[in-house]
């Protein structure tokens, strides 16, 4: 039996960049599509003005995928920033280890 070879991923280019290698944009877009759609209805079905609603929900839409735009990229940086000392604290450590300033470190810690 003969494997087909595996197809290669899709992926979506805007202005040369794969949107998905870019952090936070599917759950963003996927929550602002949800709730534009969502608070759009809403509002369809408490004033039966489809105008309005129609403004609702884009308006709905755009705010919720920037504010969660916003939150996860500060999230997604705090988190990198975390690492980054991390990745420098036990580069540090396996640098100093068995030396003196080991145990000077270790004196200042207790």
Sequence with gaps: MA????????????FGRDVAQI???????L???SGG?????LTFLGTS???????VGFGSFFCGTIAYWVACRYQWSARRFEQQQLR???RRQALYEGTQV?????????
Excluded: Q, W
């Excluded at 759609?37 to 209805?41: A, L, N, P």
């Design 102 to 110: 080991e145990r000077d470190l270790d004196l200042k810690s207790a």
């Design 31 to 33: 929550y602002g599509i």
């Design 37 to 41: 759609i969502g608070i759009g209805v």
């Design 88 to 90: 420098e604290a036990m």
């Design 3 to 14: 494997e087909e070879p595996e197809e290669p991923a899709k992926s979506f280019v805007i």
């Design 49 to 55: 003005r489809t105008h309005l609603s129609t403004h």
């Design 23 to 29: 952090p936070c944009f599917r759950n963003s877009f």
